[in-house]
């Protein structure tokens, strides 16, 4: 008789060297590594579900799937039995660049995609060179005014239809989104724009960053924001910004996560 055990796992990494988290012909993504790390420790097929999709070169500080792990009868699941000895083999078997957190086991309906309720990112950006920023945050030369990206940013909490941000062609049923937060904060090392929401569409913060940014630069007025996304047209909006200054940063369910 066999029985499952299904497991939430908590990971951060370094986007800068895959090509988003899920699996993809002929290119390296962090959903593959994973993959092929769990199946070595279990000694089992194991296929991971995300809690969503990052892009080429975005990173995530916190980011949740789930997988199942079949059990014959009297049988001991070592992430179970030993959790810190399952962690310490994973990470012993992926890169420096993806960290596993934490191994949780959850009830057998638990989703890491469909259960969430919230996702939180930022969007860094310096002004001085920084080699160690390099990387991990999008360098501009001058600051832009904060005070009308912060306008049109509370616009946007007014409107539920973000087409004019999405990709095209992504196969989703609804581009309908309600964000809770979005707002540009000044930091030591230069501007931090945090934003969180039930759902995002493919590409659409770093749409959203773009926008905003041309609203910062004087291009056009904050109001401007209004027609662009009633627009509901992805060539009205902003040119995407570089991934490397985007991070998931948290991800929230509807029950806790304790391992």
């Known amino acids: 008789m066999v029985s499952q055990q299904r497991y ?60 199942d792990v079949h059990l014959a009868e009297g049988e001991t699941n070592p992430l179970e039995s030993t959790p810190f000895r399952g962690r310490g083999g994973l990470n012993a078997l992926l890169p420096y660049d993806i960290a596993i957190k934490n191994v949780i086991p959850v009830h057998a309906d638990a989703h890491a995609r469909f259960d969430a309720t919230a996702r939180s990112y930022q969007y860094h950006i310096h002004f001085n060179k920084d080699p160690f920023l390099n990387g991990f945050s999008w360098q501009l030369r001058d600051m832009p005014n904060l005070d009308l990206m912060n306008e049109a940013a509370a616009t946007m909490m007014q409107y539920v239809d973000f087409s004019c941000f999405s990709k095209s062609n992504t196969q989703v049923k609804t581009n309908n989104c309600k964000i809770s937060r ?24 770093r749409a959203i960053v773009g926008t905003l940014m041309m609203i910062g630069r004087g291009e056009i007025k904050p109001e401007g924001i209004r027609q662009i996304i009633e627009s509901k047209n992805r060539s009205n909006a902003g040119t995407s910004v570089p991934a490397c ?15």
């Not at 908590?10 to 199946?39: C, D, F, I, P």
């Not at 200054?245 to 991800?251: A, D, F, N, R, S």
């Open 245 to 259: 200054g985007l991070y998931l940063t948290e991800v929230k369910y509807p029950y806790p996560l304790t391992p």
């Open 182 to 205: 979005a707002e540009w904060v000044i930091t030591e090392n230069g501007i931090v724009f945090h934003i969180t929401a039930d759902r995002f569409l493919r590409n659409m913060v």
């Open 8 to 67: 939430f796992i908590e990971l951060a990494y370094n986007g800068t060297n895959y090509h988003g988290w899920q699996v993809q012909q002929n290119a390296v993504s962090v959903q593959e590594l994973l993959n092929k790390a769990l199946s070595t420790v279990l000694r089992q097929s194991i296929e991971t579900t995300g809690c969503g999709r990052t892009d080429t070169g975005v990173h995530a500080k916190e980011f949740f799937a789930h997988f």
